[in-house]
C-alpha cells in the first residue's frame, strides 16, 4: 500500500458513522451484510448511508456484491492488512526486540 491509498483510507475511516458502519461490517464477517441491515443496526437514513457507504468503497475498505435485491457490504480485511503493514513498515528500525509485543500481520 502506498501513501496516498493510506491517506485515503484513514480519511475514509476519520468519521465517527463510517468507522462504525466499518468495525460493524468486520463484526459480522466476510460474508457480507445487506445495506438495509447496516442502516436499521446504526439506525441510520438510507440516504445517509448510501454516502457512508460509497466512501468507504472508494477508499477500497469495502466491497458490495448483488443478491437479487439486496447489495451485501463486506469489509476487505486485505485492505486493513495493507493499512497495517504501511503503518509497521519499518516498525522499531528492525529492531525485532523493541517490536516484541506486537502481532505484526503476515504478508
Known sequence: MNQSHAIDAFGALAHDTRLQIFRLLVKRGPMGTPAMEVG???DLKPSTLSGHLATLKRAGLVETER???EVLYS???DAVNGLVRFLL????GGDEDACAGLELPKT
Not at 89 to 92: A, H, I, L, W, Y
Open 40 to 42: 436499521r443496526l446504526l
Open 89 to 92: 513498515e519499518d516498525c522499531c
Open 67 to 69: 443478491q437479487h435485491r
Open 75 to 77: 469489509p476487505r480485511f
